[in-house]
């Protein structure tokens, strides 16, 4: 393997911003196997690799539009009071269109008796970071989105989950959903607050 250096991988890290306007061109199969497999070489609790990758393209994209739509209704009254009104309305344009991202992937944590509901979510995110990684190694643009947790069950339903044996037995869970493509803004690197967030002992 090819060494980055410390200035490669930090320069890499910093440079993730969340996307939320994309260009009109599709990603390829063998980039966005890539990017799952980035996330699949996350750390795990017990090694479980408990996430589930749920990845909708093409004209399944086009039909969750009218499930992100329903989802702002669930958020929009708190960014009103939070965001200054242009930042609002680009925002609820986003939820519209989801920036015209091609491609949307729903991550699920395959929860278990065995293993500490947190862990078990925790594992899912450690992914879901990998993947935002990867799409910045790949030119690519991306959003991690709570929002379809606001209508978690239409979604669940939407992809088909309901109809699997884990989902029957309770054991599947929605926890974010990612949209990928080739972005087509650039915006400004949401600053970074370091008060109170470290606290060093020896
Ligand atoms: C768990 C989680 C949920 C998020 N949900 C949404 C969302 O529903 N909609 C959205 O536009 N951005 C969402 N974001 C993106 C955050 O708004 C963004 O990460 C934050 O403002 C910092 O900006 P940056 O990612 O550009 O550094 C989410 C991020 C995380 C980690």
Redesign the pocket.
């Given at each position: 393997m090819g060494q980055i250096t410390p200035e490669q991988f930090y320069a890499l890290v910093e440079s993730?911003?969340?996307i939320?306007q994309f260009k009109n061109k599709e990603v390829p199969r063998d980039v966005l196997e890539r990017i799952l497999m980035a996330g699949m070489h996350a750390p795990s609790g017990k090694n479980r690799q408990n996430w589930r990758f749920f990845v909708v393209e093409g004209k399944k994209r086009d039909e969750y539009l009218q499930y992100s739509q329903k989802s702002w209704l669930g958020?929009k009254d708190i960014l009103q009071k939070k965001l200054k009104p242009s930042l609002y309305e680009f925002?609820e344009r986003?939820?519209f269109t989801l920036g015209n991202a091609p491609v949307l992937v729903f991550a699920y944590s395959h929860n278990s008796n065995e293993e500490r509901y947190h862990t078990s979510i925790g594992s899912v995110?450690m992914a879901v970071e990998n993947m935002n990684l990867a799409c910045v190694a790949e030119g690519l643009g991306c959003?991690?989105?709570?929002?379809p947790l606001e209508i978690k069950k239409e979604v669940d339903e939407f992809l088909g989950v309901t109809q699997l044996e884990e989902y029957k037995k309770g054991e599947l869970e929605l926890l974010?959903g990612l949209v990928i493509g080739y972005p087509d803004h650039q915006?400004p690197?949401?600053p970074r607050q370091l008060d109170g967030r470290v606290t060093w002992m020896r």
């Open positions: 993730r911003k969340s939320r958020i925002t986003f939820f995110y959003c991690t989105m709570g929002a974010c915006p690197k949401a």
